[in-house]
C-alpha cells in the first residue's frame, strides 16, 4: 500500500515511471508511480525545482510584461482619416462700423460629395450635415458688434487655384472670415485722406478641445491663409488627443479694393504620435509553455543524478544483489587458500 507522500509525488513528482497493478486475476491498470531509484526526499527536492523553476519564471514574464516601457513612434498620415475640428470664430473691428459687413462661413458641399463619406472627416460632416449644413454663411452688419461667436468645422481640403484680382466674395471650400470693406483712413465718397474713418481688424480662432488659440490681424485689401496642422496622439491605436498647431500665415495677394479676406485651411498631412506597448499576453503564455518544456526536459536529464545523489529502494536491491553476488565469492577465494598452503608444504 503506498504511503501519502508517496500518492502526492506521483501527481507532482516529475520523475515517475509507469507501474502495472493487477485489479483482478485478468484485468491490470497502469499508472504513474515515483520513481524507485529515487528517495522520497530527492522526490521532493526534484519537485520543488521543478514548480519553483516554472513560478519563478512566471512571476518573471508576468513583471516583466506589465512593467514593460511604452514605445513611442512618429508618422505622417492624411489628415482627413481623423475626426474634424470645431473652431470658434470671433471677429474684432477697431473702428465700427468702417470695417464692413462680416461674414463667416465654412463651405464643404462639394468636397464632402467628392469624397463620398470615406474619410472619417467628412464621415463626421455628413452626419452632422441635419442640424449643421455642410456650407452655411453668418453675416455681422456692418456697426453690430458680434456677440456670440461662431462655430465651423474643420477638414482638409485641396488648394484651389484663384486669382485675388477680384472685388467679389471669394466662394472657396473650407473656412474664411471675409471684411466687405476696411477702411484704409479715407472718405471713399470724396477720395480725402481722413484718418478717423481708418480701422483694422482681427480673428480670432479658438479650439479649446484641440488646444489652439490664435489671433490673425487683418488690414485693407489683404489676402491671408492662416495653415493649422494637425497633431494626434494615440495609446495602442484609440485617440486620446487631438491638437491643432499654427503652421503659417501665407499671403495671398492684394485685392483691388477695400475687401479683405482670411481663409483657414487645414494641413492635408498630419502628424501621428503612437505609443504602444510590445508584446501581447499571449506572447507572455506562449513564452511560459516554452520554459515549462524546457524546465522539463532538464528534469529528465536531473533524475540519473538524483538516482545517485538520493537513492531510493530500487539502488538499494541493486546494491545488495552485488553484495550477495560477490559474497561467495569471496568465500570460494577463502576456502581455497588452505588447499593451496598445504600443497606448497607438501
Given at each position: 500500500?503506498?504511503?501519502?507522500?508517496?500518492?502526492?509525488?506521483?501527481?507532482?513528482?516529475?520523475?515517475?515511471?509507469?507501474?502495472?497493478?493487477?485489479?483482478?486475476?485478468?484485468?491490470?491498470?497502469?499508472?504513474?508511480?515515483?520513481?524507485?531509484?529515487?528517495?522520497?526526499?530527492?522526490?521532493?527536492?526534484?519537485?520543488?525545482?521543478?514548480?519553483?523553476?516554472?513560478?519563478?519564471?512566471?512571476?518573471?514574464?508576468?513583471?516583466?510584461?506589465?512593467?514593460?516601457?511604452?514605445?513611442?513612434?512618429?508618422?505622417?498620415?492624411?489628415?482627413?482619416?481623423?475626426?474634424?475640428?470645431?473652431?470658434?470664430?470671433?471677429?474684432?473691428?477697431?473702428?465700427?462700423?468702417?470695417?464692413?459687413?462680416?461674414t463667416i462661413a465654412?463651405?464643404?458641399?462639394?468636397?464632402?460629395?467628392?469624397?463620398?463619406?470615406?474619410?472619417?472627416?467628412?464621415?463626421?460632416?455628413?452626419?452632422?450635415?441635419?442640424?449643421?449644413?455642410?456650407?452655411?454663411?453668418?453675416?455681422?452688419?456692418?456697426?453690430?458688434?458680434?456677440?456670440?461667436?461662431?462655430?465651423?468645422?474643420?477638414?482638409?481640403?485641396?488648394?484651389?487655384?484663384?486669382?485675388?484680382?477680384?472685388?467679389?466674395?471669394l466662394p472657396l471650400?473650407?473656412?474664411?472670415?471675409?471684411?466687405?470693406?476696411?477702411?484704409?483712413?479715407?472718405?471713399?465718397?470724396?477720395?480725402?485722406?481722413?484718418?478717423?474713418?481708418?480701422?483694422?481688424?482681427?480673428?480670432?480662432?479658438?479650439?479649446?478641445?484641440?488646444?489652439?488659440?490664435?489671433?490673425?490681424?487683418?488690414?485693407?485689401?489683404?489676402?491671408?491663409?492662416?495653415?493649422?496642422?494637425?497633431?494626434?496622439?494615440?495609446?495602442?491605436?484609440?485617440?486620446?488627443?487631438?491638437?491643432?498647431?499654427?503652421?503659417?500665415?501665407?499671403?495671398?495677394?492684394?485685392?483691388?479694393?477695400?475687401?479683405?479676406?482670411?481663409?483657414?485651411?487645414?494641413?492635408?498631412?498630419?502628424?501621428?504620435?503612437?505609443?504602444?506597448?510590445?508584446?501581447?499576453?499571449?506572447?507572455?503564455?506562449?513564452?511560459?509553455?516554452?520554459?515549462?518544456?524546457?524546465?522539463?526536459?532538464?528534469?529528465?536529464l536531473l533524475v540519473?543524478?538524483?538516482?545517485?545523489?538520493?537513492?531510493?529502494?530500487?539502488?538499494?536491491?541493486?546494491?545488495?544483489?552485488?553484495?550477495?553476488?560477490?559474497?561467495?565469492?569471496?568465500?570460494?577465494?577463502?576456502?581455497?587458500?588452505?588447499?593451496?598452503?598445504?600443497?606448497?608444504?607438501?
Amino acid at each position: 500500500m503506498p504511503s501519502r507522500a508517496e500518492t502526492i509525488f506521483s501527481v507532482i513528482s516529475p520523475a515517475l515511471q509507469p507501474v502495472v497493478k493487477p485489479l483482478t486475476s485478468k484485468v491490470s491498470i497502469a499508472e504513474n508511480a515515483p520513481r524507485r531509484s529515487i528517495n522520497l526526499v530527492g522526490h521532493g527536492v526534484l519537485t520543488f525545482l521543478y514548480f519553483g523553476g516554472i513560478i519563478a519564471y512566471t512571476v518573471w514574464v508576468l513583471t516583466a510584461f506589465f512593467t514593460r516601457p511604452e514605445v513611442e513612434s512618429f508618422s505622417i498620415l492624411p489628415a482627413r482619416d481623423f475626426p474634424s475640428v470645431s473652431l470658434t470664430i470671433s471677429t474684432v473691428c477697431s473702428n465700427q462700423p468702417f470695417c464692413g459687413n462680416i461674414t463667416i462661413a465654412q463651405n464643404y458641399t462639394v468636397v464632402a460629395g467628392q469624397d463620398g463619406g470615406t474619410s472619417q472627416c467628412f464621415r463626421d460632416l455628413l452626419s452632422q450635415a441635419g442640424t449643421s449644413p455642410l456650407t452655411r454663411q453668418q453675416i455681422l452688419v456692418a456697426g453690430t458688434p458680434q456677440v456670440d461667436p461662431v462655430v465651423v468645422s474643420l477638414c482638409p481640403v485641396a488648394d484651389d487655384v484663384f486669382s485675388v484680382e477680384t472685388t467679389a466674395y471669394l466662394p472657396l471650400p473650407a473656412v474664411q472670415v471675409d471684411f466687405l470693406a476696411i477702411n484704409p483712413g479715407q472718405n471713399k465718397t470724396t477720395g480725402i485722406d481722413d484718418v478717423r474713418l481708418k480701422s483694422t481688424a482681427a480673428v480670432r480662432i479658438d479650439a479649446a478641445a484641440a488646444g489652439l488659440r490664435r489671433i490673425v490681424n487683418m488690414d485693407t485689401w489683404q489676402v491671408k491663409t492662416l495653415v493649422l496642422e494637425t497633431y494626434v496622439q494615440r495609446v495602442d491605436g484609440v485617440i486620446v488627443n487631438q491638437r491643432l498647431l499654427p503652421s503659417t500665415v501665407q499671403y495671398e495677394g492684394k485685392r483691388p479694393n477695400w475687401r479683405a479676406t482670411l481663409l483657414i485651411r487645414m494641413d492635408p498631412l498630419a502628424t501621428v504620435s503612437d505609443r504602444t506597448r510590445p508584446g501581447t499576453v499571449v506572447d507572455a503564455l506562449a513564452s511560459i509553455g516554452g520554459a515549462v518544456t524546457v524546465i522539463t526536459a532538464l528534469m529528465v536529464l536531473l533524475v540519473p543524478l538524483f538516482s545517485v545523489v538520493f537513492p531510493g529502494e530500487a539502488m538499494a536491491v541493486v546494491a545488495s544483489g552485488e553484495q550477495s553476488t560477490q559474497q561467495p565469492a569471496a568465500n570460494a577465494a577463502n576456502s581455497a587458500s588452505p588447499m593451496t598452503s598445504q600443497s606448497t608444504k607438501a
